[in-house]
């Protein structure tokens, strides 16, 4: 269970998100809408305790405080982002840094015939062609590669607990459906906790069940059953708080 309390966080001294609160039990996902600027990808930085950021408030995973914690640590919890703009590492190649995060986070050497079959398994649900392997890590990627490739280290590591900051930002329609699908049969596989952060409702559609809620201004203005995504396509974000404050008059 990941759970915020009192977020707040600030950079370069302005307040990004204030009184910031959030559970996400185990198996549950949670969609984040919100308009530019809300503060949605600052919660994915905080909760990896991001150097730029001051963060003030309580962010635990599974009883483990993670606020002063190192990425690498927060990542050996089984916490996995996907960032909005993934960033390029040239010089190091998508297996070479996968099986290091394996092997760091199993503690164990790996076995490569194993891997090398999982990741060939990995390429065919994502459908990404087998030579990204040895690419270099998003680097020279187109944007809709990038999110993709990002989704090779999702499959092999196989987090509990997964961010996943507008990876359909930058997808073409049979892109998106590729992900859809790889992303719900992993949720079906391994019913990890999920955090999604969109500004289109499509890619939703391929999760069975989720709550909902709209950030303005640092903090969570309304929240909801999967039915608020269509309000708010309709409507727009201010007008479903509204209408939402005068349901609980
Ligand atoms: N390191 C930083 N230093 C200063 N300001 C920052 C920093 N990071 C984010 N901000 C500011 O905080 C606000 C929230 O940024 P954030 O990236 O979290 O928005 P967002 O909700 O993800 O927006 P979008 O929908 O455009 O992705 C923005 O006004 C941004 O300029
Ligand atoms: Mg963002």
Redesign the pocket.
């Known amino acids: 269970m990941l759970k915020i309390t009192n977020l707040n966080v600030q950079?370069?001294d302005?307040t990004?998100l204030n009184d910031f609160n959030l559970t996400i039990n185990d198996g549950e996902i949670h969609v984040i809408m919100?308009?530019?600027?809300?503060?949605?990808?600052?919660?994915c930085?905080a909760i990896f305790n991001h150097p730029?950021?001051t963060i003030n408030g309580n962010i635990t995973y599974n009883n483990h405080n993670l606020v002063g914690t190192t990425p690498t640590d927060i990542s050996r919890l089984g916490i996995f982002l996907l960032n909005?703009n993934p960033i390029e590492i040239e010089g190091i190649t998508n297996a070479e840094l996968i099986r290091n995060a394996l092997s760091a986070k199993t503690g164990k050497p790996i076995d490569i015939f194993e891997f090398n079959k999982k990741l060939n398994e990995v390429c065919d649900i994502i459908k990404l062609p087998k030579s990204f392997v040895h690419r270099d890590i998003n680097f020279n990627m187109s944007g809709g590669e990038k999110k993709k490739n990002e989704l090779l280290s999702l499959f092999m590591l196989e987090p509990s607990f997964i961010m996943l900051?507008?990876i359909d930002s930058g997808l073409d329609i049979d892109a998106l459906k590729v992900v859809g699908q790889a992303l719900s049969k992993y949720y079906a596989m391994y019913k990890p906790s999920m955090l999604i952060?969109t500004?289109h409702p499509d890619l939703l559609k391929y999760f069975p069940d989720y709550q909902v809620h709209i950030?303005k201004d640092?903090h969570i203005i309304s929240s909801g059953d999967k039915s608020l995504v269509n309000k708010i396509e309709t409507s727009g974000f201010e007008a479903n708080v509204i209408s939402r404050s005068k349901q609980n008059e």
């Open positions: 950079a370069s302005k990004i919100g308009p530019n600027g809300a503060g949605k990808s600052t919660i930085k730029d950021y909005q900051d507008e952060i500004h950030l640092g």
